[in-house]
């Protein structure tokens, strides 16, 4: 299958390397954000990369409580 867009740094990144970066395509390709952002999902699943949700960044640790919060 031939891949329609320029990648970023001028080749395919690594499965390691696409899961650490945010953008994978080169950007001046796109004329408008939302372009880029479908893009960048279709990129992912050419990959075999998940795709990024809103809530990555947060920590799915449960908060430990701090000493000025009342347990009741």
Not at 4 to 10: E, I, L, P, Q
Not at 25 to 31: G, R, T, Y
Not at 36 to 52: D, F, M, N
Not at 57 to 71: G, K, V
Request: glycine share 2%; no cysteine.
């Amino acid at each position: 299958m031939d891949w329609k867009y320029r990648w970023k740094n001028g080749s395919q990144p690594s499965r390691d390397q696409a899961a650490k970066n945010p953008h994978l395509l080169d950007e001046s390709q796109f004329e408008n954000e939302q372009d880029r952002k479908l893009a960048e999902e279709s990129a992912r699943k050419h990959l075999g990369i998940p795709a990024s949700t809103l809530d990555e960044e947060q920590s799915i640790l449960p908060r430990a409580a701090s000493p000025d919060e009342n347990l009741l």
